[in-house]
C-alpha cells in the first residue's frame, strides 16, 4: 500500500489541488448557496409536471402537458434507470455541488489525456487547468447548460481511451471508450458529440495515412476495431436515450417540414438563419488571445461607471438625468453595448488564455508529430464552421450535404472542441522542448518568433486598437438614428453618446491587450528559463500552471463569479404565483390550458408552465407540427377557433399603463373532448392548416384524406348524441368515459403523436387518427364505453432492455480489460 501512495503520491497531490480550487472558485457553495442559471430555472419550469409525478409516484412520466399543448419528455427530463452511465452522471452531480463536480470532471478528465500522453505531472496539470477554465467552459455553466457542460467534460477521457487503443493496448483502451462514450452520449448534448466526431474523424484520416505509409495497417485495423465496437457498445448501453431521441427529433422543429406553401420553411432541418443565429464573428476569433477585443459580454456594467465616456457623453449632454438609466434604454431598446459583434447577444467570448496561445503559436513551429497536423487542421475547420453566415462558403457545404449538421442551432459552440485542441498543442509544444530533440538556440529562437507573433499583435492593439478594428456595429448610422429620434432630434447629443460608448469599447480592449502582454511575457519568461535551464524543470511547470490559472480565472470571474449565486429557499422559490395564477389553480378542472401574453412572447418562456398547462413554453426541440401551428395561426394574429380547440380556458393579459395583470376566462374553449357534427377532409397539410384558419371546432374537424379508412362520414350525426368526459387524468395515462346511442367522431383536445399513443376502448386497441392539425380524433361505437389514451413508447420501454444488455457488457468488458492489464503488467515484472 506505502509503495502504491508513494507511486501515485503526486497524482494525489495534483487531484487534491483541482479539488481546492475549485472550491476556491466557488466558495459560495460551502455556504450553501447554489447558482442561479437561466436555463436551469427555465427547465425547473418545464419540468414541474414530470417532478410533481415523480414525487408521488416514484417514477417521472414520458409525457407532459405543461408546454406547447403537451409533448414528449425525452428532451426535458427522463429516468433511464436500466443504462448504468445514468448512475454515473448521478455521481458526478452528487458527489460534489453544483457546479463544482463539473469541472472536476473538466480538470480529472483532461488530466487523465495528458498522462497518457506521458506528460509530466505538473505540466499536465497546467494543461487541465488551460482546459477546464476556458472561458467557454465557465460561461455555460453560467447559462445553465448543465448537459452542454458534462458532454464537453467527456471529450479528453474519451480522446486518452482513442489513444491508448492505437497504441496496442486494445482491451483497456476500447473499454474505457465504451464507458466514457456512454457517459459523453448519456450526457444527452447529441450536438457537442457529433462536433467531437467530426474531429475524431479527421484524426482516423490521418493515422489511416501513416498506417498505411509505415505499411502498418493491421495494427491500425486492429485498433480500429475496439474503437468501433466501444463506440456501438456505448450506443449499446444508451440504446433507449438514442432511440427516443431519433424517433422524436424528426417529429420536431429539427424534422421534416409537413408545409410546403411555406417557401421560407426548410424541407428538412432547422432553418438557416435560426442555425446561423449565432455565429462567430471572423475578427471575434482574436478574443482567444484577447477577450475583451469585442467587448466581452453583452453587457453594460463598465458603461455605467461614472469614469466611463459613455456616462460622462450622457451626463454632459442630458443634464439632471440619471445615466444609467439612458445608458440602460441605449442597451435593451438598441441593442448597443460594451459587445459589438453581430451576434444577437453574448455571454462572453471564447478565450483560451494568453499563454497557452504564446504556446500553441510555439507548438506549430516545434512539434514534428503528425498530431500536429490534426489539432491544426480541425482547429482551422472548425474554426470556419463556427462562423456560420460569416463565412457561409464552408458552413453551407456542411449545412446542406454533411448528414444532421442541420439539426444544430448556436454553431459557435463547435469551438468548445478547439478549446482542448489547443491546450493540447501548447502542453506537446513544452513536452517536444523537454525532450530534447532540439539544441537551445534553435527553441528559444521559436519561442522568441511565437512571443513575437502573440505580443507583437497585442502590442498593436494596445497602441493603435483602431488600426484593425472599428469598435462599432454594422448598424451604427441606423442606431444614431433611432436615439437621435429618442433624444428629441438632438443627434449631436445622440453622436457624442454613441461615440462614447465606441471609446468604451476602445478602452476595454486596450487594457486586455496590455494584460495578455503581460502574461506573454510570463509565460515567454518561464519557458525561456526551463529551456536554458536556468529554473529546475517541476518549478517552471508548477509556476506555468499557477499563471495560466490565474490568467483564466481572472476573465471567467467576469462571467461566473459570487454574484452568480443565491440561496437555495431563494432558487426554490423563484417562482411566485401571482393573484391571476392562484385564481386558476382553483380550477380542479384537471386539464385545461392557459394562454399567458403578459410575459411578451407566450413561446419563448416557460415561466407561467411552473403553475398551469400551457399553449406557448420554451424548449428548443417542441413538435414542429405545432411550431408550424403556431407561426400560422398565433404569431401574426392569434386564431381564437384554435385556442378554442386546444381547449384554451384561460387568457392572462398585462396591462400597459399600471402593470396589473388580469385573467380572461375563455367561454367557447371546447372542452377535453367532444362530439362533432361533421368532416372536411383536406388532401394535405397545406390545406388543413388554411382549413383551420376558421371553422367552428367543436362542430367540425378537418381531416387529412389519408385518414379516411379510419372514419366515416356517414354515421355523424348532431353532435348531441351523448356525451364524452375525461374522468382521470395522468400525463401519459388519459380515462374518458363515453355514451352515445350511435356511432361518432370524437376529436380531443390532446397533441397528435402516434410514436407511442395508443388507444384503448374497454381494454382492446382500436385506431385513432389526426384532425384539425395538431389534435387526436377517433371513431367511436355507440354504447357506454371506457377509452383511454396510454403512452407508451416502444423506443423507449424496448431500448431499456438494449441498455440493459449494453450495460452489462460494458462492466464485464472493463472487468476483463483491467484484469488482462494487471496481468500484462505483473507479466512485464516478472520478466
Not at 253 to 277: F, H, M, W
Not at 603 to 620: L, N, R
Not at 732 to 755: P, Q
Request: glycine letters at 8%.
Amino acid at each position: 500500500m506505502n509503495n502504491w501512495f508513494n507511486k501515485n503520491g503526486v497524482h494525489l497531490a495534483i487531484i487534491a489541488i483541482f479539488v481546492v480550487i475549485t472550491f476556491a472558485y466557488f466558495s459560495p457553495v460551502l455556504q450553501g448557496k447554489a447558482p442561479q442559471q437561466g436555463d436551469v430555472l427555465q427547465a425547473k419550469a418545464m419540468q414541474k409536471e414530470i417532478m410533481d409525478v415523480k414525487e408521488a409516484t416514484g417514477k417521472g412520466p414520458l409525457w407532459t402537458n405543461q408546454m406547447f399543448g403537451g409533448m414528449p419528455a425525452y428532451q426535458i427530463w427522463v429516468q433511464y434507470p436500466l443504462n448504468i452511465t445514468t448512475y454515473g452522471i448521478d455521481i458526478i452531480k452528487g458527489v460534489f455541488p453544483d457546479p463544482v463536480g463539473t469541472v472536476i470532471l473538466y480538470l480529472l478528465g483532461a488530466y487523465l489525456l495528458f498522462c497518457v500522453l506521458k506528460i509530466n505531472p505538473w505540466l499536465a496539470a497546467a494543461g487541465a487547468i488551460a482546459f477546464g477554465f476556458t472561458s467557454y467552459n465557465f460561461i455555460i455553466i453560467a447559462a445553465g447548460h448543465s448537459n452542454k457542460a458534462l458532454a464537453i467534460g467527456f471529450f479528453a477521457p474519451i480522446l486518452a481511451a482513442i489513444i491508448l487503443t492505437l497504441r496496442g493496448r486494445y482491451l483497456v483502451g476500447g473499454s474505457l471508450l465504451a464507458l466514457f462514450m456512454a457517459l459523453e452520449i448519456r450526457s444527452n448534448h447529441i450536438q457537442m458529440t457529433y462536433y467531437l466526431f467530426i474531429a475524431l474523424f479527421i484524426l482516423a484520416c490521418i493515422e489511416l495515412y501513416h498506417a498505411f505509409k509505415a505499411k502498418q495497417l493491421a495494427g491500425f485495423g486492429k485498433s480500429i476495431a475496439f474503437i468501433v465496437g466501444g463506440i456501438i457498445l456505448a450506443v449499446l448501453v444508451n440504446a433507449g436515450t438514442l432511440w427516443t431521441t431519433y424517433e422524436y427529433g424528426k417529429e420536431t422543429i429539427r424534422g421534416k417540414s409537413n408545409l410546403t406553401t411555406d417557401k421560407a420553411e426548410p424541407a428538412n432541418g432547422l432553418d438557416k438563419e435560426y442555425a446561423y443565429q449565432w455565429s462567430q464573428g471572423v475578427g471575434e476569433s482574436f478574443s482567444f488571445l484577447i477577450p475583451n477585443i469585442y467587448g466581452g459580454a453583452s453587457s453594460i456594467d463598465e458603461m455605467i461607471k461614472p469614469e466611463s465616456n459613455t456616462y460622462k457623453a450622457v451626463e454632459k449632454n442630458l443634464q439632471g438625468v440619471d445615466p444609467r438609466q439612458v445608458i440602460g434604454y441605449v442597451a435593451q431598446n438598441l441593442n448597443t453595448n460594451q459587445y459589438w459583434g453581430n451576434k444577437p447577444g453574448t455571454s462572453g467570448p471564447y478565450y483560451f488564455g494568453a499563454i497557452i496561445c504564446l504556446l500553441f503559436v510555439f507548438g506549430l513551429f516545434i512539434v514534428q508529430h503528425r498530431w500536429k497536423w490534426w489539432i491544426l487542421g480541425s482547429s482551422i475547420l472548425l474554426l470556419f464552421l463556427s462562423f456560420g453566415q460569416n463565412f457561409p462558403l464552408i458552413s453551407d457545404l456542411f449545412f446542406d450535404y454533411l448528414p444532421m449538421y442541420n439539426k444544430f442551432r448556436a454553431v459557435e459552440s463547435i469551438l468548445a472542441v478547439v478549446g482542448l485542441l489547443v491546450p493540447l498543442l501548447a502542453v506537446l509544444a513544452v513536452k517536444e522542448a523537454q525532450d530534447g530533440k532540439y539544441d537551445q538556440k534553435y527553441l528559444v529562437k521559436r519561442l522568441t518568433w511565437s512571443a513575437g507573433i502573440t505580443g507583437g499583435l497585442s502590442l498593436i492593439i494596445a497602441i493603435m486598437p483602431t488600426a484593425f478594428f472599428s469598435f462599432t456595429q454594422s448598424n451604427q448610422a441606423q442606431v444614431v438614428d433611432a436615439l437621435t429620434q429618442a433624444l428629441q432630434n438632438n443627434r449631436g447629443a445622440a453622436m457624442e453618446i454613441i461615440n462614447g460608448v465606441v471609446a468604451d469599447r476602445v478602452s476595454l480592449a486596450r487594457a486586455d491587450a496590455l494584460r495578455t502582454l503581460l502574461f506573454i511575457a510570463v509565460g515567454f519568461g518561464l519557458t525561456w528559463a526551463f529551456i536554458t535551464k536556468k529554473m529546475n524543470m517541476q518549478l517552471v511547470f508548477g509556476l506555468l500552471a499557477l499563471f495560466v490559472l490565474v490568467d483564466l480565472w481572472q476573465v471567467d470571474r467576469r462571467y461566473l463569479n459570487n454574484q452568480n449565486f443565491v440561496s437555495k429557499s431563494d432558487l426554490k422559490d423563484h417562482y411566485k404565483a401571482r393573484d391571476v395564477d392562484n385564481f386558476i389553480s382553483a380550477d380542479k378542472d384537471p386539464n385545461f390550458r392557459v394562454f399567458d401574453l403578459s410575459l411578451g412572447d407566450p413561446f419563448k418562456s416557460a415561466e407561467t408552465s411552473y403553475f398551469h398547462k400551457t399553449v406557448g413554453g420554451f424548449h428548443s426541440a417542441r413538435l414542429k407540427r405545432f411550431q408550424e401551428l403556431v407561426d400560422n395561426q398565433l404569431t401574426k394574429s392569434i386564431n381564437q377557433d384554435v385556442l378554442d380547440m386546444l381547449n384554451t380556458k384561460y387568457i392572462i393579459t398585462q396591462d400597459p399603463q399600471n402593470g396589473s395583470y388580469k385573467m380572461q376566462r375563455n367561454p367557447t374553449a371546447a372542452g377535453n373532448a367532444w362530439f362533432v357534427e361533421s368532416i372536411q377532409f383536406v388532401k394535405n397539410s397545406d390545406e388543413e392548416m388554411k382549413a383551420i384558419s376558421s371553422f367552428d371546432a367543436k362542430k367540425e374537424a378537418i381531416v387529412d384524406e389519408s385518414y379516411k379508412a379510419l372514419v366515416d362520414s356517414k354515421i355523424l350525426g348532431t353532435g348531441q348524441e351523448g356525451f364524452i368526459k375525461l374522468t382521470d387524468y395522468k400525463p401519459e395515462h388519459l380515462t374518458y368515459e363515453y355514451s352515445t346511442a350511435k356511432e361518432v367522431v370524437a376529436v380531443f383536445s390532446e397533441i397528435y403523436y402516434n410514436k407511442g399513443w395508443k388507444m384503448y376502448i374497454d381494454g382492446v386497441e382500436k385506431p385513432y387518427f389526426r384532425a384539425d392539425y395538431v389534435l387526436r380524433a377517433a371513431k367511436l361505437e355507440a354504447g357506454n364505453h371506457k377509452l383511454e389514451f396510454i403512452f407508451h413508447p416502444t423506443s423507449y420501454y424496448a431500448g431499456e432492455n438494449i441498455s440493459l444488455a449494453g450495460s452489462i457488457i460494458l462492466v464485464a468488458a472493463l472487468g476483463f480489460g483491467i484484469y488482462a492489464e494487471n496481468k500484462k503488467k505483473k507479466q512485464a515484472v516478472k520478466a
